[in-house]
């Protein structure tokens, strides 16, 4: 099984899903930036990495946009060379409208990160031969899952915790790392039988204090940390 069947996969596990408010919109760039998501992982991630960032809630200005995880659209179109026609979602909210490549503002969490990448690897070709990037999750607006009601979130995770088992299996990772600490907790929970390091490094967000102090320094302490060698 690759990336493309999982996602396949995952897209049909999540369609039924039914979320009560205030949950009103519901966005999921793996069916309407589907080209994107596809372009991103038949060029980056085809084979076995070492390790696997796993990040959670796709951004407004970022994946939500071009279907690419922390998908910025200038880090995404010009740094990585992937630029894709995205839809729409069946229905939109009118302030968070969906432009793909067009969007004219940026996602800071998506700028910290393949910056990061950019700076310390230099082409996308050298730091995809060691990394890949996800997202496992697809809810609603830019609300984190833990918000959701019991019975909504046990469906959500049990499609999202199946799609990262069989991507573990796919790309046969050392190292599964939540980006923050929520996604760690999801991988903890979904690969407890797994044989994989599992670990933390600090969320590129612009609301954490942390990370508005230098995250690119700090985000290389907590993987060296855990046995990336840099």
Not at 16 to 27: K, S
Not at 73 to 79: E, G, K, S
Request: glycine residues 8%; hydrophobic residues 40%.
């Amino acid at each position: 099984m690759d990336i493309g069947q999982i996602t396949d996969e995952l897209v049909l596990r999540l369609a039924p899903l039914r979320f009560a408010a205030p949950v009103e919109y519901v966005y999921n760039p793996l069916v309407y930036a589907r080209a994107s998501w596809d372009a991103y992982w038949r060029r980056y991630g085809r084979s076995r990495t070492d390790t696997i960032l796993l990040g959670m809630n796709p951004g407004p200005f970022g994946m939500a946009q071009t279907g690419v995880p922390f998908g910025d659209v200038n880090m995404v179109r010009d740094w990585m060379g992937i630029e894709e026609p995205v839809d729409r979602p069946e229905r939109e909210h009118p302030k968070r409208p969906i432009t793909g490549f067009e969007c004219p503002r940026s996602e800071v969490s998506g700028t910290r990160l393949w910056s990061w990448a950019r700076d310390r690897f230099g082409t996308p070709e050298r730091f995809f031969a060691r990394f890949f990037v996800c997202f496992m999750e697809s809810s609603g607006r830019n609300r984190t899952p833990d918000k959701l009601p019991a019975v909504e979130r046990a469906a959500l995770f049990a499609a999202c915790s199946e799609a990262l088992r069989q991507t573990v299996a796919c790309l046969q990772p050392r190292r599964v790392i939540g980006v923050g600490a929520f996604a760690e907790a999801r991988a903890r929970e979904a690969l407890d039988s797994v044989d994989v390091v599992i670990g933390r490094m600090l969320h590129p967000s612009p609301a954490s204090p942390a990370a508005n102090r230098g995250w690119a320094s700090a985000a290389e302490r907590d993987l060296e940390t855990l046995g990336v060698e840099l």
